[in-house]
């Protein structure tokens, strides 16, 4: 499993619920791509206007896929995800990219 994470510090907390509607529909359509398995939106706690975000993809090859569609391509789903503002408009943002190697689970 592939996992794209990022943080993202509010320019205005005042944003929150403007942030969070951008985060959910821009996700929608990540998800119509092969290979997407899910994002999830995390609140930090004590840091007020202040999320984490993770999203996981099968793998780095289909993740890099829908990058370069979203951001080259002519298709619906390109165009209209090319319409959402930038994560980086709503405050300062953080990136982690990185494969899974290894798992602890409960027996």
Excluded: C
């Amino acid at each position: 499993m592939y996992r794209y994470i990022w943080k993202i510090k509010l320019n205005n907390p005042e944003d929150e619920q403007a942030f969070i509607d951008h985060w959910r529909e821009s996700s929608t359509i990540l998800q119509t791509f092969s290979g997407a398995l899910g994002t999830h939106l995390h609140k930090v706690r004590d840091e007020d206007g202040s999320f984490f975000a993770v999203a996981e993809w099968e793998s780095q090859e289909v993740r890099d896929l829908m990058d370069k569609e979203v951001h080259e391509g002519e298709t619906a789903r390109a165009i209209a995800w090319r319409k959402f503002p930038k994560n980086e408009s709503f405050g300062e943002t953080i990136n982690f990219a990185g494969q899974e190697i290894d798992v602890v689970l409960p027996e």
